[in-house]
Nanobody, 126 residues
Framework: QVQLVESGGGSVQAGGSLRLSCAASGRTFRNYAMGWFRQVPGKEREFVAAINWSGSSSYYADSVKGRFTISRDNAKNTVYLQMNSLKPEDTAVYYC???????????????????WGQGTQVTVSS
């Protein structure tokens, strides 16, 4: 069974930085793309960033492009989200996600992702 465990959330002032981590287990991590999504209460979960299996390709939501960086360490079965220049509107619960199929690339489509972590809260104050 695939398990995803996020860590690294917290509270920070606007302009600050946080790095989220997601540790994966239960299958061969390096064969699969990974993604990050976020959700605010009362709103739909939205795409943040995704990375392909090797780390050679990544894709970002326009709202975070140039501020967030997704990366992965296949030796550690971990994907990261480095968040810089944080804004109050980045406040959300952030979820790590993994697709069912190894053929899925760095996708923004939520329906491609079958496995989800429990989420980690990020709060950015002005």
């Amino acid at each position: 069974q695939v398990q995803l465990v996020e860590s690294g959330g917290g509270s920070v002032q606007a302009g600050g930085s946080l790095r989220l981590s997601c540790a994966a287990s239960g299958r061969t991590f390096r064969n699969y793309a990974m993604g990050w999504f976020r959700q605010v209460p009362g709103k739909e979960r939205e795409f943040v960033a995704a990375i392909n299996w090797s780390g050679s390709s990544s894709y970002y939501a326009d709202s975070v492009k140039g501020r967030f960086t997704i990366s992965r360490d296949n030796a550690k079965n971990t994907v990261y989200l480095q968040m810089n220049s944080l804004k109050p509107e980045d406040t959300a619960v952030y979820y790590c996600a993994a697709p069912k199929s190894p053929t899925t690339g760095a996708s923004s489509a939520i329906y491609e992702y079958n496995y989800w972590g429990q989420g980690t809260q990020v709060t950015v104050s002005s």
